[in-house]
């Protein structure tokens, strides 16, 4: 079955960018009508919603991140990834990925385990 | 669009119904008809997994304990008769809108 799994850096500095990949595995990131997205949790809080890509490229961002954020798919590899730049404090979180089905439902069905990222110096 | 749940602890003995509720600032009623609200459960350590969606359909695999109802700004998840392995936290959150938004969370702990 399809699985997901982030990797990156669990520490990073402030200022500095953050960079996370998840890569897709037991199925194509090309297949189906889906977006895969982005959900960071900061320690005793809820979901917040980053940013989604679908397998053309297509990106929609939270607008409060936009100005910091890119999200990119690399088919070929069968994987996405968020980059994040000039990070502070307020970014530490577990960071998830996640697909998310695509119209009509547009649900989170399918999730990574998370990797928690610290900023710090 | 806000989301707010209630309660945000609800203690359950277990065998006894439980209820969370949700409201959203504004309707989740899409032009097509559906209602863009989803409930989320996630147990200590783990990412959420999907309980329900556009408001009363539940997931994949879900135990028919658990139902959403609702419409318009005011929903609620109920489950049926509580069991230990339901404990976690609970989020409604909306997907009208590509800027998804979950609530506070319902953290349901066994009495």
């Known amino acids: 079955q399809v699985q997901l799994q982030e990797s990156g850096p669990g520490l990073v500095k402030p200022s500095q960018t953050l960079s996370l990949t998840c890569t897709v595995s037991g199925g194509s990131i090309s ?26 490229g297509n990106t929609d961002y939270n607008p409060f991140l ?16 968020l980059e994040l730049s000039s990070v502070t404090a307020a970014d530490a979180a577990v960071y998830y990925c996640a697909r998310l089905s695509g119209a009509p439902y547009w649900y989170f069905d399918l999730w990574g385990r998370g990797t928690l990222v610290t900023v710090s110096s | ?12 003995t277990p ?7 949700c409201r959203s600032s504004q309707s989740l009623l899409q032009t097509n008809g559906d209602t863009y609200l989803e409930w989320y459960l996630q147990k200590p350590g783990q990412p959420p997994q999907l309980l329900v969606y556009l408001a009363s359909n539940r997931a994949s695999g879900v135990p028919d304990r658990f ?28 997907a009208l809108h590509t800027l998804y938004t979950f609530g506070q969370g319902t953290k349901l702990e066994i009495k």
């Open chain 1, 31 to 56: 297949s189906g009508s889906y977006y895969w997205t982005w959900v960071r949790q900061p320690a005793g809080k809820s979901p917040e919603w980053i940013g989604r890509i679908n397998a053309r």
């Open chain 2, 1 to 12: 669009i806000v989301m707010t749940q209630s309660p945000l602890s609800l203690p359950v």
């Open chain 2, 15 to 21: 065998g006894e119904p439980a209820s969370i509720s």
């Open chain 1, 66 to 81: 936009r100005s910091r954020l890119t999200i990119s798919v690399d088919t070929s590899k069968n994987q996405f990834s």
């Open chain 2, 67 to 94: 139902s959403g109802s609702g419409s318009g700004t005011d929903f609620t998840l109920t489950i049926s008769r509580v069991e230990a392995e339901d404990v976690g936290v609970y989020y409604c959150m909306q």
